[in-house]
Every structure is written in structure tokens, then in C-alpha cells.
Nanobody
Framework: QAQLEESGGGLVQPGGSLRLSCAAS????????MSWYRQAPGKERELVAV????????TYTDSVKGRFTISRDNAQKTAYLQMNSLKPEDTAVYYC???????????WGQGTQVSVSA
């Protein structure tokens, strides 16, 4: 029943921008910590950004600080990842994750491909 659906990936040139969206349904979105992960071929999945459920606190991995911004719209039940100044090393499948507070619910989207290449 619970579902996350990512969109917005694509192919961009270095220095370009993309905005990823994660549309949620079937659970209490406002009570969920939302995160973006990414996984490149041959590498482990890594946490990219987190936004808290209560106060919207944002946390980023060092490699994307100053370039990426995570946000959420509780009315639309959607989380976003704005990616600017993209680099080839940002190329990966990006996954949305939701962890609902005070529950064991942990949901993943299907992933969306981001490719950065000249």
C-alpha cells in the first residue's frame, strides 16, 4: 500500500542541474524522515541527504554540500532533491527512502537514473 515514486532523473552535462521528486502515498508522510540515497555501478549505496520530519532539518554528505538541497512539501506529500553544479561522479541511480517515526516502516522507491556526462 505504501509507495514512493521517484522522477526527474536524466542525462545532463557537467555543471548542469536536475530536480528529483519523490511522491509518497499510503502512509503518514509528515511523520516520516525522508532521505535520498544513490548507488553507482560497482559501489555501495550511499546516503546523500536527509530531511527530518518535525523541523525540516537538513543533512548532507560532504561531497554534495553546497550543491544539493533536500526539501519537502507535506501538503503535496513529496520530497525533492535539487541538484546543481552536477559532476560526473554524481552519476548514479538515486533512491528515495522514508522512515516513519516510532514505527518499523521503511519504504524505498524504485530509483531514477542520473547521468552526468559531457
Amino acid at each position: 500500500q505504501a509507495q514512493l515514486e521517484e522522477s526527474g532523473g536524466g542525462l545532463v552535462q557537467p555543471g548542469g542541474s536536475l530536480r528529483l521528486s519523490c511522491a509518497a502515498s499510503g502512509f503518514a508522510f509528515s511523520n516520516a524522515v525522508m532521505s535520498w540515497y544513490r548507488q553507482a555501478p560497482g559501489k555501495e549505496r550511499e546516503l546523500v541527504a536527509v530531511i527530518s520530519a518535525v523541523d525540516g532539518r537538513q543533512t548532507y554528505t560532504d561531497s554534495v554540500k553546497g550543491r544539493f538541497t533536500i526539501s519537502r512539501d507535506n501538503a503535496q506529500k513529496t520530497a525533492y532533491l535539487q541538484m546543481n553544479s552536477l559532476k560526473p561522479e554524481d552519476t548514479a541511480v538515486y533512491y528515495c527512502n522514508a522512515k516513519v517515526l516510532f514505527t518499523e516502516y521503511d519504504f524505498w522507491g524504485q530509483g531514477t537514473q542520473v547521468s552526468v556526462s559531457a
